[in-house]
């Protein structure tokens, strides 16, 4: 069965999570999670894509993006995933040793308003939910923390994002969502279908 077309326009803001290969973890120092992060600096600066809100997992991540122009997504994204497995397999001295990702990343798109804060919220809060902290700051690996605990040089990794965030934003991200929200995001990653009423060009369909 072909594979359906993405949706790559810019001006749109992404869900995008990808896994490791059966489940296996793949973030293990400090190091693996620094240079993934190095990298997403890398497409912040190549493509111009600016990072709403990140975490890196042991065997998965999530990102939040918000694109500038067409076909960027794709392309970042593409060179995002070449890269890691590549500098992966060269630390790890696993070169030749199969597919580090279970196949392409997910790409979902989120309505610019209420909707854009509860998926933000999901991903910053999943190392609370998997209990690896007790509160979202705790986990450094995510832009939870560099929020309410970076250098101002970590801030820089992370745009405004276009709906505004909580002024009590570190009470805020630390109450758990209701479970209706978190279980309409989760519908949204399992269906793969946009989460709000995202109004496309009318030539575009999902």
Not at 92 to 117: A, M
Not at 143 to 160: I, P
């Amino acid at each position: 069965m072909a594979r359906p077309p993405r949706i790559d326009l810019g001006d749109y803001v992404y869900h995008i999570i990808n896994r490791a290969n059966g489940q296996q973890r793949i973030f293990h120092t400090d190091d693996d999670y620094c240079d993934f992060e190095y990298l997403l600096n890398e497409i912040r600066e190549t493509y111009d894509v600016r990072i709403l809100a990140y975490v890196i997992m042991p065997n998965h991540w999530h990102l939040l993006l918000y694109t500038k122009k067409d076909g960027d997504l794709s392309k970042s994204l593409q060179w995002l995933g070449t890269s890691h497995a590549r500098r992966h397999h060269a630390r790890k001295k696993t070169t030749g040793g199969g597919h580090l990702y279970q196949g392409r990343y997910k790409s979902l798109l989120v309505e610019n308003d209420h909707h854009l804060l509860t998926v933000l919220k999901y991903i910053e809060r999943n190392p609370v939910r998997a209990k690896l902290a007790r509160v979202v700051e705790e986990w450094r690996w995510g832009s939870g923390y560099r929020r309410t605990r970076g250098t101002n040089a970590e801030k820089k990794l992370l745009a405004d994002p276009p709906t505004l965030l909580p002024r009590n934003y570190a009470s805020w991200i630390n109450t758990p969502e209701p479970s209706e929200e978190l279980a309409d995001v989760r519908r949204s990653i399992k269906k793969g279908v946009p989460y709000g009423e995202v109004l496309l060009p009318e030539n575009i369909t999902t």
